[in-house]
Antibody, heavy 117, light 107 residues
Framework: EVQLAESGGGLVQPGGSLRLSCEAS????????INWVRQAPGKGLEWISY????????YYADSVRGRLTISRDIAKNSVYLQMNSLRAEDTAVYFC??????????WGQGTTVTVSS | DIHMTQSPSSLSASVGDRVTITCRAS??????LSWYQQRPGKAPKLLIY???NLQSGVPSRFGGSGSGTEFTLIISSLQPEDFGTYFC?????????FGQGTKVEIK
């Protein structure tokens, strides 16, 4: 079965750090780009980052640029999101999603990040 | 940034009704537009990609059209399982941006 599975969420204090993981299974991970999308409580969806299949292209939303870093490990079929200098407004469910045909066709179940003192 | 405006923000319709949701882009985006359904507590699900292409496994009552700045998602005959919030997404240029969502309720 084609799947993405996020992990690494949790409660962190403002200014703290977390690393989210997105592990792929059931498909050739090397041939797809991956996105991170988040959803604050009761709000809509916000695209925050993209990494191409070779890591040659990386993009960030302005709201996270300089604080979040996306990377991928082909050997581990995984994409990571290193989150530093976290703020209350980063509180959200974080999804990873596979890019295909100008859409996002496979999504993980999400991992929750709560930034609070 | 390209701003995506969806309308309506919510709707209530009966089983069997035809439902239309519109998404308008602030700049021309060709057909780099996709539609998603999200049920409460769940991940979004891709319905339509490249403006008018039905994702594999999605019922044929869902359809998409448009190009440039105006796009439409149509549910030809609303079913009970179609409740949830629908989002459009432009992937023409970064930052990719979602519409604010349309909440669909079944009467």
């Amino acid at each position: 079965e084609v799947q993405l599975a996020e992990s690494g969420g949790g409660l962190v204090q403002p200014g703290g750090s977390l690393r989210l993981s997105c592990e792929a299974s059931g498909f050739n991970f090397n041939t797809f780009s991956i996105n991170w999308v988040r959803q604050a409580p009761g709000k809509g969806l916000e695209w925050i980052s993209y990494i191409s299949l070779t890591s040659g292209s990386i993009y960030y939303a302005d709201s996270v640029r300089g604080r979040l870093t996306i990377s991928r490990d082909i050997a581990k079929n995984s994409v990571y999101l290193q989150m530093n200098s976290l703020r209350a407004e980063d509180t959200a469910v974080y999804f990873c999603a596979r890019s295909r045909n100008s859409g996002m066709d496979v999504w993980g179940q999400g991992t929750t990040v709560t930034v609070s003192s | 940034d390209i701003h995506m405006t969806q309308s309506p923000s919510s709707l209530s319709a009966s089983v069997g009704d035809r439902v239309t949701i519109t998404c308008r882009a602030s700049l021309r985006i060709s057909t780099y537009l996709s539609w998603y359904q999200q049920r409460p507590g769940k991940a979004p699900k891709l319905l339509i990609y490249a403006a008018s292409n039905l994702q594999s496994g999605v019922p044929s009552r869902f359809g998409g059209s448009g190009s440039g700045t105006e796009f439409t998602l149509i549910i030809s005959s609303l079913q009970p399982e179609d409740f949830g919030t629908y989002f459009c997404l432009q992937s023409y240029s970064t930052p990719w941006t979602f519409g604010q969502g349309t909440k669909v309720e079944i009467k």
